[in-house]
């Protein structure tokens, strides 16, 4: 089990950044591959980005390749999504979640996380 909190939401201009940060709980944090996901209102929540559980390959939603750039600190428990050139559109609730324990490879899609922050909302304004 692993508990997630998010922070670092906030309101900015287009063009601005933001750095998520999201904070687990226990000693295992390692030994999971770990994804951001959004979710605007009225919309599904989607993927945004997934990194393995050593930070060796990431993986992104093409709708932020090349602005937002996930990482890891498994000393720190921490998993990160640094955001650049911030759009309108990139307005949404951002969670942070974990896949099982033992899967570490990233994954796209939401239905192979097991455990879910409560999220943080990030506002673009034009």
């Known amino acids: 089990q692993v508990q997630l909190v998010e922070s670092g939401g906030g309101l900015v201009q287009a063009g601005g950044s933001l750095r998520l940060s999201c904070a687990a709980s226990g000693r295992t944090f390692s030994r999971y591959a770990m994804g951001w996901f959004r979710q605007a209102p009225g919309k599904e929540r989607e993927f945004v980005a997934t990194?393995?559980?050593?930070?060796?390959?990431?993986s992104y939603a093409d709708s932020v390749k090349g602005r937002f750039t996930i990482s890891r600190d498994n000393a720190k428990n921490t998993v990160y999504l640094q955001m650049n050139s911030l759009k309108p559109e990139d307005t949404a609730v951002y969670h942070c979640?974990?896949?099982?324990?033992?899967?570490?490879?990233?994954?796209?899609?939401?239905?192979?996380?097991?455990?879910w922050g409560q999220g943080t909302q990030v506002t673009v304004s034009s």
């Open positions: 990194i393995t559980w050593n930070g060796a390959s990431t």
């Open positions: 979640a974990a896949r099982p324990v033992g899967y570490y490879s990233g994954s796209s899609s939401l239905y192979d996380y097991d455990f």
